[in-house]
C-alpha cells in the first residue's frame, strides 16, 4: 500500500459477537487509532440494508452497516476478510457501496485463501514500519484472548438457563469482557480467564437430571453474531435447554493453519466429519455444519438447529445431507433462515415447537 | 350455592391472521360450543365476538370454564387479555388436537390462513414437524384472493374442482407465478373447473414440495386447519400421496380444540369470567428510544392502564412503557 506520509490513519472493522476485543488486540500492534464501531443495533441493519443489494446475503447488511457508523465516526481505513464462498467478494462491493455514498477512506481486504501466517503477512502491509515480531506477537495473544472469550462463553451457554438467581453469570460475563479488553500480557489474559471461570462455577446452578441437550450449526456469522439471530442461545436458555456450539473464530484458524502447504487441508478435516453424507466439498462452512451434525446425532444429542442467512448457498447445499442425517439417526433438526426483518416472532414460534417436541419425546422415552 | 357434580370446562382459543377459532370442552374432552369467525385484522374484537357465540351456546350447560388456553399468531396479546395460563404456539396445539382425537395418526397435514405446517408422528409423540418459511404461496389466503379473482365463492370451490377431468397445470411454486399461470390459462379458454383443480393440485405440489419435503409421509394421515374443508384439495392430497386422508368436520377447530385439551392438562383451575367482553383494550406502540436499537414495544392496555407488553430487548425498555403509560 502506498499513502502519503501526513494521514493519519484510523482502522476499523465489522463486529461479530464479542470478537472485537479479539481485533482491537491484534491490530493494536499496527500503531494506529482503531475505531470500534458501536454495538449493532437495529440502526445497524436499517443502514446496512439500505445500501446492500436487496437479495445479498445477511451478514453483508451487517457488515456495512458497522462500516457506515465507523465511517461516520472518523475512520478512514477499513478492514474486511474473505472466504469460499460470497463472502469473498464482500469487500470489492461494500468497497463501491461505500466510495459511491461519497466517503473518504481506504479499505483493505485480506485473502480469500487464508492461513495465520498470510494473515499476519497481510495486516503487517498496513503499516511495514513495525517490526514484523511485533504483529506476530499481538497476533499471538489476540488468538489467546479469543481463545479465553470463546472458553467463557461455552460455559454461559451451557449454564446460563439453569441459573438460580437469573442475570449474576451475564453480569459477571460483562466484567469478564471489560478486563480482558485491557489485558495487556497473555499471563493477564491467563490469570484473569482463570480467575473468572472459577466465579462463573461459584455461581450456583440447578440443573435437572433429565436436561435437554441441543447443538446449533450452520452459518459462521449468524452462528457467531447474536444480533443476527435474535439471540437465539438466550432464547433456548430461556427455556431450560443446555446449548452446545462448536464454531468458533480460533476453530477456523486452527483448521486452517495447513492451508496453502496441504491441498485442501481445510476442507479435508470437514470432510472427514460429514462421511458418509457428503462426498464432496459444499462450499463455505456447509461442509462442516453436516459434520458436526453428524457428531451430534452420534453422540446422542437431543436435536440440532440449523441457522443460515437467507440465501446461503453453502449452508442450503448442505440441508439435503442433513435430512438424511435427520432420518438415518431419527434426530430432529429444525432449519431457520435469517434476513434483515428484525420481527422474532417466526423464529419463536418455531423454537418453541421444536422445544415441545423434544421434551414430549423425552418424557415418552423416559417412561 | 355450590353444585354437587359441578363440571369444569376448558376454554381454547387460536387467533389466527385469517380466523380466530375458539372451542370449550367438558372433562371428557366432548365439544360444547365452539365459533369460527374472521379475525379482519382485529384479534381484539374478533375475540370478543368469539367469546360471545361461545357464551350463547354454553348457556344451558351447568359448569364453568376454569382453564384457558390461547394459540395462533396473535396468542400473545389475546393469552395476556384473557389471562390465559396457557399460551402455546399453534403446532403443539395442532399435534395434541389431532392425536387426543386420533391416538394412532401418523401424519399431520395442516393448511391455514398464512401458513401451513407438517407434523409427523411417531408411536404418539411428535417426531418432527416443518413449517413453512417467507412465504404464504399455497396456503388459505391464496385460494380464497384467486377465487375472488374468478368470482367463485370459495364455498363451492371444492366441489367445483371435483367436476374437472382435465386439470389445468399451473406452477404452484410462488403466487405470482401462479397467478400470472391462472391469468394465462383463464385467457386461453380453459373452462373455470379446470383452473380450479389445477389450482388445488398447485396447493398440494406446492405443500409436499416445500413443507413436506424430506418427511417420510406414513398413513393414517389427518388433513386439517381452513383449507381441509375444501375437498378439492383433500382429492388432490389423496391423490398425490395415494392414500386415504383422514378430515375431521372439526379439523379447522383443531388447534382451538388442542390449546383447550393443553389447558386442561397442564393448567391450575381459575374461574374464567366472560365479562371481559366488556372491557376495553387497546394496543399502543411506545418507543423507548433508550439506545441505538430503538425496541418499539407493542403495549396493551387495559381500561387505560398498562396490561402487557411486548417487543422489548431488554428489561428497561419495559419498565419505560409501564410508567409511560400508568401516569
Avoid at chain 1, 489476540?142 to 449454564?159: T, V
Wanted: charged share 25%.
Amino acid at each position: 500500500m502506498k499513502r502519503k506520509k501526513t494521514k493519519q490513519y484510523r482502522l476499523s472493522f465489522p463486529h461479530m459477537g464479542n470478537y472485537h476485543i479479539t481485533f482491537k488486540t491484534f491490530f493494536k500492534a499496527l500503531d494506529l487509532e482503531i475505531v470500534i464501531p458501536p454495538p449493532i443495533s437495529k440502526q445497524t441493519i436499517e443502514l446496512g440494508s439500505r445500501y446492500s443489494p436487496e437479495s445479498v446475503c445477511v451478514p453483508f447488511k451487517y457488515n456495512l452497516g458497522n462500516y457506515i457508523q465507523a465511517l461516520d465516526r472518523g475512520a478512514n481505513l477499513l478492514l474486511q476478510a474473505g472466504g469460499g464462498c460470497r463472502y469473498g467478494y464482500y469487500g470489492e462491493a461494500q468497497k463501491h457501496i461505500l466510495e459511491n455514498l461519497g466517503y473518504d477512506f481506504e479499505f483493505f481486504k485480506l485473502r480469500n485463501k487464508r492461513n495465520p501466517i498470510n494473515i499476519i503477512g497481510d495486516i503487517h502491509k498496513i503499516n511495514p514500519k513495525i517490526p514484523f515480531y511485533r504483529v506476530l506477537k499481538a497476533f499471538l495473544l489476540a488468538y489467546f484472548k479469543g481463545r479465553c472469550i470463546e472458553k467463557a462463553e461455552d460455559f454461559l451457554r451451557k449454564n446460563i438457563g439453569f441459573e438460580k438467581k437469573k442475570g449474576q453469570l451475564e453480569k459477571q460475563f460483562k466484567f469478564f469482557l471489560s478486563k480482558l479488553d485491557q489485558a495487556e500480557t497473555f499471563t493477564q489474559a491467563r490469570q484473569l480467564t482463570k480467575k473468572y471461570l472459577r466465579i462463573f462455577e461459584n455461581i450456583p446452578i440447578l440443573k435437572p437430571k433429565n436436561l435437554l441437550r441441543v447443538g446449533v450449526v450452520g452459518e459462521f456469522y449468524v452462528v457467531l453474531e447474536p444480533f443476527s439471530n435474535y439471540n437465539i442461545e438466550k432464547f433456548l436458555a430461556s427455556k431450560g435447554v443446555e446449548v452446545h456450539r462448536f464454531i468458533t473464530l480460533t476453530g477456523l484458524l486452527n483448521h486452517s493453519i495447513f492451508n496453502g502447504i496441504i491441498p485442501n487441508h481445510e476442507v479435508n478435516q470437514y470432510l472427514r466429519h460429514a462421511k458418509p453424507f457428503l462426498k464432496y466439498h459444499i462450499g463455505g462452512h456447509g461442509t462442516d455444519s453436516v459434520g458436526k451434525a453428524n457428531e451430534l446425532a452420534k453422540k446422542g444429542f437431543d436435536g440440532a438447529i440449523h441457522i443460515k442467512p437467507f440465501g446461503c448457498i453453502p449452508e442450503v447445499n448442505a440441508m439435503p445431507a442433513l435430512q438424511n442425517i435427520s432420518k438415518k439417526y431419527n434426530f430432529p433438526i429444525i432449519y431457520l433462515s435469517f434476513d434483515a426483518q428484525t420481527s422474532d416472532t417466526g423464529m419463536q414460534t418455531r423454537l418453541e415447537a421444536f422445544y415441545d417436541m423434544l421434551t414430549m419425546k423425552k418424557n415418552a422415552t423416559k417412561k | 350455592m355450590p353444585q354437587k357434580n359441578k363440571q369444569y370446562y376448558s376454554l381454547g382459543v387460536d387467533i389466527g391472521s385469517i380466523s380466530t377459532k375458539a372451542v370449550v370442552i367438558d372433562q371428557n374432552k366432548k365439544i360444547l360450543a365452539r365459533a369460527y369467525l374472521w379475525t379482519q385484522g382485529d384479534p381484539i374484537q374478533a375475540m370478543k365476538n368469539v367469546l360471545k357465540t361461545v357464551r350463547e351456546q354454553l348457556q344451558e350447560r351447568p359448569g364453568r370454564i376454569t382453564w384457558v388456553g390461547a394459540t395462533g399468531s396473535a396468542r400473545n396479546l389475546i393469552g395476556s387479555i384473557l389471562q390465559a395460563e396457557i399460551v402455546k404456539n399453534e403446532i403443539t396445539a395442532h399435534a395434541i388436537g389431532a392425536l387426543t382425537l386420533y391416538p394412532k395418526i401418523r401424519t399431520v397435514l395442516e393448511i391455514g390462513g398464512q401458513d401451513s405446517k407438517i407434523i409427523i408422528i411417531d408411536k404418539g409423540i411428535v417426531a418432527d414437524y416443518a413449517m413453512n418459511t417467507l412465504c404464504a404461496a399455497g396456503t388459505g389466503s391464496f385460494l380464497t384472493s384467486q377465487s375472488k379473482r374468478l368470482e367463485i365463492n370459495i364455498k363451492d370451490f371444492g366441489s367445483l374442482a371435483l367436476k374437472s377431468k382435465n386439470p389445468a397445470k399451473i406452477a404452484g411454486r410462488c403466487t405470482v407465478f401462479a397467478e400470472s399461470d391462472l391469468v394465462h390459462k383463464a385467457q386461453m379458454g380453459y373452462p373455470k373447473h379446470d383452473i380450479i383443480a389445477g389450482l388445488c393440485n398447485a396447493v398440494v405440489d406446492n405443500y409436499l414440495n416445500n413443507v413436506g419435503k424430506g418427511k417420510k409421509i406414513l398413513a393414517p394421515i389427518i388433513f386439517q386447519g381452513g383449507v381441509s374443508k375444501n375437498i378439492g384439495v383433500v382429492k388432490a392430497f389423496e391423490k398425490s400421496l395415494n392414500s386415504q386422508i383422514i378430515v375431521d368436520k372439526n379439523g379447522h377447530l383443531m388447534g382451538a380444540f388442542g390449546i383447550a385439551v393443553i389447558a386442561q392438562e397442564q393448567g391450575t383451575k381459575k374461574l374464567f369470567d366472560f365479562s371481559i367482553q366488556d372491557v376495553e383494550f387497546r394496543t399502543q406502540g411506545f418507543e423507548c428510544k433508550g439506545c441505538p436499537n430503538n425496541c418499539e414495544i407493542i403495549c396493551v392496555l387495559k381500561n387505560h392502564k398498562f396490561l402487557d407488553g411486548w417487543n422489548n430487548r431488554c428489561e428497561v425498555g419495559m419498565a419505560k412503557a409501564k410508567e409511560h403509560f400508568d401516569k
